[in-house]
């Protein structure tokens, strides 16, 4: 694995509110749902201490391991961690720096500093060194992600690192049905950032519908290893079908053409 900066985001300034939306509109991650809803709870505690003149100490961030495949959530709960640290008096910041390959560290200026683990391009030992000094003497909260086999193998070789990471999430991979929620939730964003801008789904398309054909149209292994990175080019592809016939409703057939056609680039890039 290597580090580099790859992308830092930055947002408005969140209240509790918008990060307990954030937190319900989580498609699965159950589990991690409950811890994150445990933050809130605390942090909500922690107001009403000082507002009856309690002296209030904020937490201390602690640093974590994500632990699942490509697409199931990784950086969607590092924004919302670093949104609720910055809430508590945690962290300094809000920002997410999100880091990958084998370049120079930069800092996340004292927000969330996400390392992705790659298993066949180690991280080189002066980004170690530094990635250790800021967990050591940093004001920036720390989280590698990664695969299981991954970070057993990174972790392992890797003591310094390992006894300073005490937390571990573990992301499950998504379920056809997880999948399509999510379809349906890329398709239906509205502005710049909608995948489908001037087009909208049949009302056909329903989420139990939609799972059916990820299910047969994306095999298991290709489900696996992406997850919800696949279904950008799924809605690109089905959008590009409905164009082509004069249309700006995406029918279930164009979407069922646009999932195997996109599930099919993707077996291609992976060779699967």
Do not use: W
């Not at 507002?51 to 919302?80: C, E, Q």
């Amino acid at each position: 694995m290597s580090v580099f900066l790859c992308e830092t985001f930055y947002e408005d300034i969140p209240t509790l509110d918008e990060v307990r939306h954030e937190i319900s509109s989580i498609v699965g991650l159950p589990e991690i749902k409950k811890q994150l809803e445990a933050i809130v709870d605390k942090i909500i505690d922690a107001e009403k201490h000082a507002a009856d003149g309690l002296r209030v100490v904020p937490p201390k961030p602690f640093h974590m391991v994500f632990v699942g495949s490509n697409g199931t959530g990784k950086s969607t709960v590092a924004r919302i961690l670093g949104k609720l640290f910055f809430l508590a008096g945690a962290l300094p910041s809000y920002t997410v720096t999100e880091m990958q390959g084998n370049q120079k560290m930069k800092d996340a200026e004292g927000g969330v500093l996400l390392v992705n683990i790659d298993d066949e391009d180690p991280i080189n030992p002066k980004t170690l060194k530094e990635i250790i000094s800021t967990v050591d003497e940093g004001d920036s909260l720390i989280i590698l992600a990664g695969t299981h086999r991954a970070l057993n193998q990174y972790m392992k070789s890797n003591n310094e690192l390992y006894r300073r990471f005490t937390v571990r999430l573990q992301f499950d991979d998504l379920t056809c049905g997880d999948l399509a929620m999510i379809l349906q939730k890329k398709a239906s964003i509205k502005g710049e950032s909608n995948l489908i801008g001037g087009f909208e789904l049949d009302a056909s398309c329903s989420s139990d519908n939609i799972a059916q054909m990820i299910d047969k149209f994306a095999p298991e292994n290709l489900r696996c290893a992406m997850n919800a990175h696949l279904l950008d080019q799924m809605l690109i592809e089905a959008k590009k079908l409905a164009d082509r016939a004069g249309e700006n409703t995406i029918s279930l057939k164009d979407l069922g053409t646009g999932i195997q056609n996109g599930a099919l680039i993707y077996k291609k890039l992976l060779n699967l």
